[in-house]
């Protein structure tokens, strides 16, 4: 491993060690890390607006209780996030269709536009969104953190240099070089 990305790993130990013990920036440097990312999947996966609004805050909750497991030899910050992120929103779907239960026939039906059950294209998003977290996971070191923080962290490609102490051609070579690897394993899957 790298001594920039051993050094990012350092500082999301410290940030995750912070927020468990309450330290109020921490947790504030959390959610502006990955507000915007956890929302994006919320409001993908969630029927409603206000569901995915709550889900956000449930998922921070989350992370704000587990926070001293976090292990960074084991993920990247980032993939830990998005994991549950992920893992509550599809417990949160299934509790969702668990509750529903049929309407009596003289019972009104609601509205167009009323709340309903999750799309089934929902669902389906989240497995391929899981399966491509997947592929992500199995690139190398340098390529997974540049493709987790451009394109899910919102990063620029220079501010990913900076962070990482390296220049910003190396990094524009390992996202082109992941991005080939992805596709080329999306080829390689059998088609069901």
């Known amino acids: 491993m790298t001594a920039p990305a051993r050094h990012f790993e350092d500082d999301d130990l ?7 013990g ?5 947790i504030g440097a959390l959610y502006d890390r990955f507000g915007s ?3 994006r999947m919320a409001y ?3 029927p409603t607006r206000a569901e995915a609004d709550d889900a956000v805050q449930e998922v921070f909750i ?6 001293e497991r976090y292990d960074p030899k084991r993920a ?4 830990w996030v998005m994991l549950i992120t992920r893992r509550h929103l599809v417990d949160r779907l299934r509790r969702t269709r668990a509750r529903v239960r049929a309407a009596p026939l003289d019972e009104s039906v609601p509205a167009a536009g009323a709340a ?3 799309r089934p294209d929902r669902l389906d998003m989240q497995e391929r969104f899981g399966a491509l977290m997947d592929r992500i996971n199995q690139l190398p070191d340098l390529q997974r953190t540049v493709v987790t923080r451009a394109y899910l962290g919102g990063q620029t490609l220079r501010q990913i240099g900076e962070e990482l102490d390296t220049p910003i051609g190396t990094i524009k070579s390992a996202l082109s070089r992941a991005l080939v690897r ?7 899957e059998p088609v069901t």
């Open 76 to 79: 990247a910050l980032v993939t």
């Open 37 to 39: 990312l956890v929302y």
């Open 116 to 118: 309903t059950l999750p």
């Open 14 to 20: 410290a940030l995750m060690q912070g927020v468990a």
């Open 182 to 188: 992805l596709r080329e394993r999306v080829n390689e």
């Open 62 to 67: 989350r992370l704000w209780k587990t926070a």
């Open 44 to 46: 993908q996966a969630m």
């Open 22 to 26: 309450d330290d109020e920036r921490a």
